[in-house]
């Protein structure tokens, strides 16, 4: 079974940075994509960035350059830098792996990020 370790967030100003970490493990095939969906208050989980095996990156059109995704050194870890937050990126960030050999996603327990006037 996946696990998700979630570090980094909690409370920053608008105009700081903060950044996520995730490192995954007990995977049995390749995690193939390693990434971050966010969760605001009324509104639906959408995605923040992810990255694949092959270095392929996408972000959420929110992202706007203010955001930054790389695989750490570990294996199977993630970072998000986060520059230029907005009181709007106030969310739960959620780490998220997908295994295409098993269809499987797996989701962390997630870890908030609130961005304060």
């Known amino acids: 079974q996946v696990q998700l370790v979630e570090s980094g967030g909690g409370l920053v100003q608008a105009g700081g940075s903060t950044t996520l970490s995730c490192a995954a493990s007990?995977?049995?095939?390749?995690?193939?994509?390693l990434g971050w969906y966010r969760q605001r208050p009324g509104s639906e989980r959408e995605l923040v960035a992810h990255?694949?095996?092959?270095?392929?990156?996408d972000y959420g059109d929110f992202v706007k350059g203010r955001f930054t995704i790389s695989r750490g050194d570990a294996k199977d870890t993630v970072h998000l830098q986060m520059d230029m937050l907005q009181v709007e990126d106030t969310a739960r960030y959620l780490c998220?792996?997908?295994?295409?050999?098993?269809?499987?996603?797996?989701w962390g327990q997630g870890i908030q990020v609130t961005v304060s006037t």
């Open positions: 998220y792996a997908y295994v295409a050999r098993r269809r499987d996603e797996h």
């Open positions: 990255i694949t095996q092959l270095g392929s990156i």
């Open positions: 007990g995977s049995d095939f390749e995690i193939n994509v």
